[in-house]
């Protein structure tokens, strides 16, 4: 079992819709979660962190977290073009560690 | 700050042939790490370093990798001999703590022909 998964996608939405993007981990000691937004050609670039149990809003981000299931996501409100890119998932380790998924591509449709 | 800055962005070279990448981290920042992105694998840490100190270097594949750090603002990570599998591209990070996520350098990509 791979330490952090996701869905590959492709996901396309419409421009203006709600992306869900999604991504469980198998380390339960697990603290820190973040995503980051890759552009085609580009290096990661994080844009969500998060910590505990909940929502954490930021602009049009929100990321999701339940622990208990083992489970982080990110909503993208009113979705724009300039928004397809991979997304990645990385979770900490328990250690000064982070594990990648693989990446869902996201794709918005104008 | 000018980010993590790496170099070069773009090598091509033949099959075994040394390779040096090289990687400016955000100064301050105490960790410093190398991965390895490909299509098939996705992002993989090849190793990380905590204060110029190498702590975990089971993400290097072979002998054939090895990198240093011998500075706080300098780090390099060392190809020889190169293979055509090893093609991909090289990122390295940088982070205060590893708590607060990290800063990505633009990467190399790595082409051996």
């Known amino acids: 079992q791979k330490e952090v998964e996701q869905n590959s996608g492709p996901l396309s939405v419409p421009e203006g819709a709600i992306a869900s993007l999604n991504c469980t981990y198998s380390d339960r000691g697990s603290q820190s979660f973040f995503w980051y937004r890759q552009y085609s050609g580009k290096s990661p670039e994080l844009i969500m962190s998060?910590?505990?149990?909940g929502d954490k809003e930021d602009g049009r981000f929100t990321a999701q977290l339940n622990k208990a299931s083992q489970y982080v996501s990110l909503l993208i409100r009113d979705s724009q073009p300039s928004d397809s890119a991979t997304y990645l998932c990385a979770v900490d380790n328990t250690g000064n560690q982070f594990y990648f998924g693989t990446g869902t591509s996201l794709t918005v449709i104008p | 700050d000018a980010g993590v800055i790496q170099s070069p962005r773009h090598e091509v070279t033949e099959m075994g042939q040394e390779v040096t990448l090289r990687c400016k981290p955000i100064s301050g920042h105490d960790y410093l790490f190398w991965y390895r992105q490909t299509m098939m694998r996705g992002l993989e840490l090849l190793i990380y370093f905590n204060n110029n100190v190498p702590i975990d270097d089971s993400g290097m594949p072979e002998d054939r990798f090895s990198a240093k750090m011998p500075n706080a603002s300098f780090s390099t990570l060392k190809i020889q001999p190169s293979e055509p599998r090893d093609s991909a591209v090289y990122f390295c990070?940088?982070?205060?703590?590893?708590?607060?996520?990290?800063?990505f350098g633009s990467g190399t990509r790595l082409t051996v022909v």
């Open positions: 998060i910590y505990s149990n």
């Open positions: 990070a940088s982070s205060l703590t590893a708590l607060y996520g990290y800063t």
